[in-house]
């Protein structure tokens, strides 16, 4: 299963916000996104779903645009778990992961004891069996997180695309979500702001840079000290160690200690309101 642009743009309320963008995704490859606020990250991954048509350029899912085929057919091939997902209904966690059956199921194809195991098993995946019967609106940030993933899970993709999926994760999570995403013989495109996440779990890493892909490898061959610097204008220190895993070490910024420095008098030293 490939997926891919090429040469695609994309504008929204008259701004160029992806420009001439080309990239294929290699089957069964961790792909990382990065890149700072605003960059593209998120418009990319909606035009690999499918859910924004490009201005220009094509976007390919094996081989076929993907606005030839039909929801139904992508969402068989291809789960996104999107930055803000949410949803008013009232539901619980577990049919919160049911939802990522739909695909499979119409009027010829009702409900199946093969749907409970795949559910149940997503639900463990990511350590929510404990939680399956409660309300979606009593749920943590971290806990919807996690059900989203499970819900991405059930709908046995053969391409996960994750917007920030750690952004509400305690680090234990982080890294025990990563890990599960890695586990799973899927291929998948993951925006991510970690950049030693990046560097721990991906095969390779695309650089975003204001609409444009300016960069494109193996985390050691992107993740340079005159890169970071140049994309996200921070000062970075990078080590490679023995085995080609690359540890970022993020220096303090002069602007931040200004900052630091004219807090008003009414707040402690020790940030305490
Ligand atoms: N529908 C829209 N209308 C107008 N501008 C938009 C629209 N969608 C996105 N943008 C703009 O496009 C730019 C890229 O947004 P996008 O969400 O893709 O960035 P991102 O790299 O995912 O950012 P973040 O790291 O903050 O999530 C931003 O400046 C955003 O304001």
Not at 22 to 44: A, D, Q, R
Not at 61 to 85: M, N, T
Not at 93 to 112: D, F, K, M
Not at 202 to 213: P, S, Y
Request: hydrophobic share 40%; proline share 4%.
């Amino acid at each position: 299963m490939t997926l891919s642009v090429s040469h695609v743009s994309w504008s929204a309320g008259g701004t160029e916000i992806l420009r001439d963008i080309s990239l294929t995704v290699e089957t069964g490859e961790f792909l990382g996104i990065i890149g700072p606020n605003g960059s593209g990250k998120t418009s990319l991954m909606s035009l690999f779903a499918g859910l924004r048509k490009p201005r220009s350029g094509v976007v390919l899912l094996d081989g076929a645009p993907i606005g030839s085929l039909s929801r139904r057919d992508v969402a068989q091939r291809l789960a996104l778990v999107e930055q803000q997902a949410d949803t008013g209904e009232r539901i619980t966690a577990r049919q919160a992961v049911e939802i990522g059956r739909t695909p499979y199921l119409g009027p010829l194809l009702p409900w199946s004891p093969d749907d409970d195991r795949i559910v149940d098993a997503a639900l463990d995946n990511v350590d929510m069996t404990h939680l399956a019967g409660r309300s979606w609106h009593t749920l943590s940030g971290g806990e919807r997180q996690r059900l989203h993933i499970a819900r991405a899970i059930a709908q046995q993709p053969e391409i996960l695309l994750l917007d920030e999926p750690t952004n509400h994760l305690d680090i234990g999570h982080q890294i025990s979500l990563l890990d599960l995403v890695q586990r799973q013989e899927l291929t998948v495109v993951a925006a991510l702001h970690d950049l030693n996440h990046a560097a721990m779990y991906c095969d390779r890493i695309a650089v975003m840079q204001v609409g444009c892909l300016v960069a494109l490898g193996r985390p050691r061959d992107v993740l340079t000290e005159e890169r970071i610097r140049d994309v996200f204008g921070v000062d970075a220190e990078i080590d490679v160690d023995g085995g080609g895993l690359c540890h970022l070490r993020f220096r303090t910024q002069r602007s931040h200690a200004r900052v630091t420095a004219v807090r008003p008098a009414n707040l402690s030293a020790t940030g305490g309101r």
